[in-house]
Antibody, heavy 119, light 110 residues
Framework: EVRLVESGGGLVQPGGSLRLSCAASGFTFSNYFMSWVRQAPGKGLEWVANINPDGNDKYHVDSVKGRFTISRDNAKNSLFLQMNSLRVEDTAVYYC????????????WGQGTLVTVSS | QSVLTQSPSVSAAPGQKVTISCSGGSSNIGNNYVSWYQQFPGTAPKLLIYENNRRPSGISDRFSGSKSGTSATLGITGLQTGDEADYYCGTWDSSLTAGVFGGGTKLTVL
């Protein structure tokens, strides 16, 4: 059974940092692209970042470029999102998602971890 | 403002059919596969349709997808009250080199 479990969310002040983690199990993690997708309270889904299987290719949405960095550790079946210079508008539930089926869909999602940026 | 455009809401009676549209451009829907997701309040999204019209294992054949040019459509037949949820389209935008989603459509089954 495929499982994705996020952790690391919490309350942080504007300008602060957080590191999200996603523990993957039930599939060969090192074979898949992985993504982070976020959802602000009461709002829609927003793609945040993608990383290729070996971790050498990364893409980030413009609004987080230079502040967030996606990474992975295939030996530990883990995905990460380092978030620096956090802003109030980064407040959201952050989902870890597996990229499957032709590389253009998210076939498995974690339960999400809430990040709240507030003073 | 989402790159992909969806109507905010749609409603229909139990047993009826509904369609949810998703409009984009040549850099996204026009040249990439579209996927659709169902999300209930407080839960993670669930993949319903991938590669425009394919269903993952376990997804009811009441759900269907299609694409024409720069628009895509999700169809749901035999509506049930349990289908009340938010529905999102998604794809890759080759110009932005970014994943993109529609703003979501809230389905109400009256």
């Amino acid at each position: 059974e495929v499982r994705l479990v996020e952790s690391g969310g919490g309350l942080v002040q504007p300008g602060g940092s957080l590191r999200l983690s996603c523990a993957a199990s039930g599939f060969t993690f090192s074979n898949y692209f992985m993504s982070w997708v976020r959802q602000a309270p009461g709002k829609g889904l927003e793609w945040v970042a993608n990383i290729n299987p070996d971790g050498n290719d990364k893409y980030h949405v413009d609004s987080v470029k230079g502040r967030f960095t996606i990474s992975r550790d295939n030996a530990k079946n883990s995905l990460f999102l380092q978030m620096n210079s956090l802003r109030v508008e980064d407040t959201a539930v952050y989902y870890c998602a597996r990229v499957g089926y032709g590389g253009n869909s998210f076939d498995y999602w974690g339960q999400g971890t809430l990040v709240t940026v507030s003073s | 403002q989402s790159v992909l455009t969806q109507s905010p809401s749609v409603s229909a009676a139990p047993g009826q059919k509904v369609t949810i549209s998703c409009s984009g451009g040549s850099s996204n829907i026009g040249n990439n596969y579209v996927s659709w997701y169902q999300q209930f309040p407080g839960t993670a999204p669930k993949l319903l349709i991938y590669e425009n019209n394919r269903r993952p294992s376990g997804i009811s054949d009441r759900f269907s997808g299609s694409k024409s040019g720069t628009s895509a459509t999700l169809g749901i037949t035999g509506l049930q009250t349990g289908d009340e949820a938010d529905y999102y389209c998604g794809t890759w935008d080759s110009s932005l080199t970014a994943g993109v989603f529609g703003g979501g459509t809230k389905l109400t089954v009256l």
